[in-house]
């Protein structure tokens, strides 16, 4: 069953078989207010909202399947008709603004050796509707959400086309209305991607994750680095700054053991070079199977000193989360890659 968000008014009478644009407009207009049951959208006549729900049920093809809250962070696992399911989380910065973290693909390919997501293998995409679906089941739970994140399961950059469109949707000034400078799309570093997002030209945010500036440790950490090493990186970046002119967030979540000595630091201020980046540090959130370990609290110190001994722009992010698997790398579902 295809979602009906992210299509045209002629998409939408033809997938309900509709008669007129206006029940089309009707019933879009009414899944942008958060209305996903066909008989309360009492503009559209009776005969039309009975048929609609004996055909479809609800107007949305996810559902809710469990729901899961910790430190403020909600988390939800959304089951689609054909038995695939993606976990998205509501973040709360504990002063009243909400952020909807969202996915976008059913696993992921990038096999990051730290991240949860990848032990899953890519099973399929997600269509732009679907990733839409996702933020409206968010805002569903009970508080405005006024940011949005592409940083749940899957490399949103691999699935690009579908990301955008539904950036695109949820920026609508008729629809969802979020600007484009409170959505961030994250990357493990696809440089094609980041090439196309360039080319774009939308205020978006962009979000790379590094882990390490040692093209030796990336790569056996990062498959993505063995095939888009860290010049090739930092040149796509340079570039999209050159157009955008924002500053670039680059994640880096900290392995003890493996990049938080005074070296990996010192090939971090070599690799923020050049750019305009906020280096966000974020301590490895445990996932038992994978085998790295979180650093010490006095590790995490000292690779601050280090940092800022070196001049270098950071923050700390300690994730929420943590406790529900709903923090950065942790999330992941039941279904498997055949």
């Known amino acids: 069953m295809e979602s009906l968000l992210c299509k045209t008014d002629k998409d939408l009478?033809?997938?309900l078989s509709l008669d007129k644009p206006f029940q089309a407009r009707i019933i879009r207009d009414n899944l942008i207010k958060g209305v996903t049951s066909f008989d309360e959208m009492t503009s559209l006549p009776k005969a039309l909202r009975e048929r609609l729900s004996k055909e479809r049920g609800s107007a949305l093809t996810g559902r809710i399947i469990r729901k899961e809250e910790a430190d403020s962070t909600v988390k939800i696992a959304v089951s689609?008709?054909?038995?695939?399911?993606?976990?998205?989380v509501r973040l709360s910065?504990?002063?009243?603004?909400?952020t909807a973290c969202l996915s976008s693909q059913v696993g992921c390919a990038m096999g990051c050796a730290f991240c949860k997501t990848g032990t899953m293998g890519l099973?399929?995409?997600?269509?732009?509707?679907?990733?839409v679906e996702e933020f409206i089941l968010l805002s569903l739970l009970g508080e405005r959400i006024s940011h949005i994140v592409f940083m749940g399961m899957g490399e949103a950059l691999h699935n690009f086309t579908a990301s955008i469109d539904a950036a695109m949707d949820l920026h609508r000034e008729s629809g969802f209305d979020i600007s484009f400078r409170k959505m961030t799309i994250s990357t493990c570093g696809l440089v094609p991607g980041i090439n196309k997002l360039t080319e774009l030209d939308i205020p978006i945010r962009l979000a790379v994750s590094l882990v390490s500036a040692d093209d030796d440790i990336r790569s056996d950490i990062m498959k993505v680095n063995r095939s888009y090493p860290l010049k090739e990186l930092k040149d796509a970046l340079l570039r999209f700054q050159h157009h955008q002119d924002r500053r670039l967030t680059l994640e880096y979540c900290m392995l003890s053991g493996v990049n938080t000595d005074r070296k990996s630091a010192?090939?971090?201020?070599?690799?923020v070079k050049g750019l305009d980046a906020l280096v966000n540090l974020i301590p490895w959130n445990p996932i038992p199977e994978l085998g790295f370990r979180t650093p010490s609290e006095e590790e995490i110190r000292q690779f601050e000193k280090d940092l800022k001994s070196l001049g270098i722009n950071y923050?700390?992010?300690?994730?929420k989360g943590r406790s529900?698997?709903?923090?950065?790398?942790?999330l992941a579902t039941e279904a498997r890659k055949n």
């Open 324 to 330: 529900i698997s709903g923090a950065c790398g942790q």
């Open 123 to 131: 099973i399929r995409n997600l269509t732009a509707g679907e990733i």
């Open 80 to 88: 689609f008709p054909d038995g695939a399911i993606i976990e998205c």
């Open 266 to 271: 010192e090939q971090l201020a070599s690799f």
């Open 93 to 98: 910065d504990g002063a009243g603004r909400y």
């Open 315 to 319: 923050t700390i992010r300690r994730s």
């Open 13 to 15: 009478m033809s997938i």
